[in-house]
């Protein structure tokens, strides 16, 4: 399991490490904020476009293959651009980085739930979760270190190797896992799948909270700033919300299999304290922000492993690459739309418009979720 979380660090880190560090530190490729917005979206766009896809071919030949292909991949991405050096070969390596990580994080994701039984998937989707929280968490703070030492092209020369010894290490560690035989399925099918609440319950869960978890990053430190702090404390308030869904992720994941908590309930939960935790973000000066942060990771990290093991669960084990990569297509449009949301009722109000809007809509999926299990 140790190169599959290994993995799910590389791209958390690999996203956040890059994006953090490209507004500050390359001001040869990114001459305007435009140039920046779209560095910054190539790496997401490949993501939406591209997870399905591979998600899908993973079932066909085997997550393994996909798996190692995609870090291979994202290995070779990072070092186009060590050599290549020029604001031309950025674009073409970001771009790399996003397609190979398409490839190599819903496959992850299916080896977790193919090499764990039923009753220890909610732990493994923990630990998953716990150790992509890392990297979000690292990704700022250690990429800038080795930005400042070295330059842009040291970072990507870190993700170079980085992707490199994880896919050696997955090439001796992980096992072969054959693909299932299947039976043909038509697009008709495959579009009642994914109309089923079984499948739209946890990914829209899982996409309401990277949508709260993408405000958080991008607006808490406007509002640091807003209220007077400085750099530090705003960073810290950051570094605070993923530290939080870190240690809480693996506990859920924990409840869940021990029975003392279930999927439906945690992640209704999970919703409701995720819009308290928005809410907590409109009080004033530094305990906002802090409590804010701090309450947000462990919403969203008590929502991921449990809509992760829901889908697991709810999904023919042949079809887990089709369904985890489309699911993971629901939690990058959540990504993109928090924040487009926030910003827009913010342009008109205030900032604090804007997290309560976003407050609301989590706070109403979460009674909807949670009248519906008293339903059934």
Known sequence: MRPLYAAGFTTAFGAHGIAANLGGHSRDAVTSLMVLGGLLALYDGAEVLLKPVFGTLADRIGARPV????????????????????????????????????????SASALVARLNPAVKRGRAFGSYGFYKSIGYTLGPLLGGVLVWAGGLRLLFAVLAVLGAAVAVWATLAVPVVPPLPKARQTVLDLARRLADPAFL??????????????????????????????????????????????????????????????????????????????????LPRLTGVLVGAAVIGAGTGLITPLGFAALAA????????????????????????????????????????GYAVLAVLLAACSVLGLSHRRKA
């Open 67 to 106: 798996l190692l292909g995609g870090l291979v991949a994202f290995a070779a991405a990072s070092a186009l651009y060590v050599v290549a050096d020029s604001p031309g070969w950025l674009w073409a390596a970001r771009l790399g980085q996003g397609a190979a990580a398409s490839a190599f994080s819903p």
């Open 201 to 282: 319950a946890p990914t829209g869960a899982l996409a309401a909270a990277t949508a709260a978890l993408s405000v958080g990053v991008g607006f808490l430190p406007v509002s640091g700033r807003a209220a007077g702090l400085g750099t530090v404390a705003t960073g810290a308030a950051v570094s605070v919300l993923a530290a939080c869904a870190a240690v809480v992720q693996p506990r859920a994941g924990r409840a869940l299999d021990e029975g003392r908590l279930t999927a439906r309930g945690g992640m209704g939960g999970g919703l409701l304290l995720t819009a308290v935790g928005l809410g907590c973000a409109m």
């Open 314 to 353: 709810s999904t023919p084990t042949e079809r887990l690459g089709q369904t985890l990569g489309a699911a993971e297509l629901g939690r990058e449009l959540g990504d993109a739309g928090g924040p487009l949301l926030v910003a827009a009722v913010a342009s008109l109000t205030t900032l604090a418009h």
